[in-house]
């Protein structure tokens, strides 16, 4: 007599039906997946775009008188990839909206809805919720539609996850900063290294944050690592070299000799914790703003020697600024040493 077969279902496709049999239940009733004009798509007020391309631009174009006309243009040019592949293969993964009213409100997908207006569509297809979701779940959703993208930024993710952090908060009446690695690493489905590393540059001071948003720093590690040391001196020496093009290796070796000279600190109360004495005057993305606070300075009478040295100064160059107020702050240091 033959033997019967006994089949058996995989872990991995065990925890994928799981998982779906969840989705289904968090979402029944609420959700379903249709073919919509994507005249009636409009974007949802209260969630910030990181593109300035309206749908207004890719139906009519855009207007050269427009002061934001060369960065529409170079966002339209990232965007004709994903037209042709629209244009020949339609969307493969429908964008997320919500009912409102006569409109819908887009939730996530919104490169997707400008490329298919790009490629002369008129619908998409689109995951429709009949209300708007909340917004731990709109980040949520945000963030897995989002973080397989390769043009995504360090700092587009960072914006993306401190709304899911603020979020998650609020919901749990946490202040913002206070949720740990786990809950991090279960919220975004990630390693709690990776979490960890995200924690980190969260909680990271404007300085460095201001390098990141530039695109100066790209890497999520090598931010992390520099988030991570303590003391001032070292932390200014890793952020110059890591700006000047060290890898990760490099950095580490600069973490651990910050870690090593903590350590051996012959002050009992630095080697407890005790909080740095510098000053942190902050950081500003606005470049007239720091004009200001440069010039407001050197109109000081009493700084009359050292405002020779800070004539030329390339208001152009984020870098060139940082140095120029580093320099500053040597000289004043210098004077009422």
Known sequence: M????????SNALSNGIEETIQAAHDYSGELRVEVIPLKRIEVDPENPRDLALTYEDANHGIAKSDPQFERKEQEVESLR????????????????????????????????????????????????????????KISLLQWIENVERSDLSLWERLKNLEKIVVAYAEKNNLPNLEISVTELSNLIGCTKPHAANYKAVLDADDELKQFIFSNQI???????????????????????????????????????????KISHSKKPAESRGRQTTTVNLGATKNIEVAQLILDSILKNNALSPIAIHFKQVDWDDYRAINNTFKQLMKKLEELHA
């Open 81 to 136: 990839g994903i037209a042709n592949s629209i244009r020949d293969q339609g969307i493969i993964n429908p964008i997320v909206v919500y009912k409102f009213g006569e409109k819908y409100r887009l939730v996530a997908g919104e490169r997707r809805t400008l490329a298919s207006i790009i490629a002369g569509k008129t619908d998409i297809q689109a995951k429709i919720l009949d209300s708007k979701p909340t917004e731990l």
């Open 2 to 9: 033959a033997k019967k077969k006994v089949f058996a279902i």
């Open 218 to 260: 790209r890497s999520l590690e090598k931010a992390a690592v520099i988030a991570t040391i303590k003391g001032f001196d070292l932390k200014q020496h890793a952020l110059d070299e890591c700006l000047a093009g060290a890898n990760l290796k490099r950095l580490r070796g600069i973490a651990a000799s910050a870690s090593t």
